[in-house]
């Protein structure tokens, strides 16, 4: 099981306040990483998190714990993440074009769907409405996977 995961975002706040809204839970702040960072709760109160830090946030190595940095770097980034969501597909795209954020259906290799958003254009994720996490399920599994790539790349499998 996945726990918590961080991404960053120009406005931490309220990115954090829309997951929150998407999953069904509650936004709070998230100082121990730093002033301006925020986390959004899972609905369920399970524990599982989405932390979102003010855009630039590094996390640096201490002797205590980590800490977040500010670094000039570029926007894009290879972080995503897939998540789930109890709302429809409309509602969801009504929540992206709220915000301002680009949102479209996506077909992963034709076994299942996602709402692919880009929270401030350039941070990626993916939403799965109920029939979607069906789908998924149904296809990511090890035994799947090592058929996909058995069938595509078998010599990966072998090294």
């Not at 975002?9 to 839970?25: C, M, N, P, Q, S």
């Not at 479209?104 to 769907?113: D, I």
Request: charged share 20%.
């Amino acid at each position: 099981m996945l726990f918590h995961l961080s991404i960053e975002a120009d406005d931490a706040k309220r990115t954090a306040e829309v997951l929150a809204e998407i999953w069904g839970g509650t936004a709070l702040p998230f100082p121990p990483v730093g002033f301006g960072s925020w986390m959004a709760f899972h609905g369920a109160d399970n524990g599982t998190m989405i932390e979102v830090y003010p855009r630039g946030t590094t996390l640096t190595e201490t002797d205590s714990d980590a800490v977040g940095t500010m670094a000039d770097r570029p926007r894009g980034s290879a972080v995503h993440f897939a998540m789930s969501t109890d709302r429809s597909m409309e509602d969801i795209y009504a929540i992206a074009a709220r915000e301002g954020w680009r949102a479209k259906y996506c077909s992963r290799g034709g076994k299942f769907g996602v709402i692919e958003i880009w929270i401030d254009g350039c941070q990626m994720i993916e939403v799965l409405t109920p029939e979607m996490q069906r789908q998924y399920l149904d296809c990511v599994t090890v035994a799947n996977w090592r058929g996909m790539v058995e069938a595509m790349a078998p010599e990966l499998l072998a090294a």
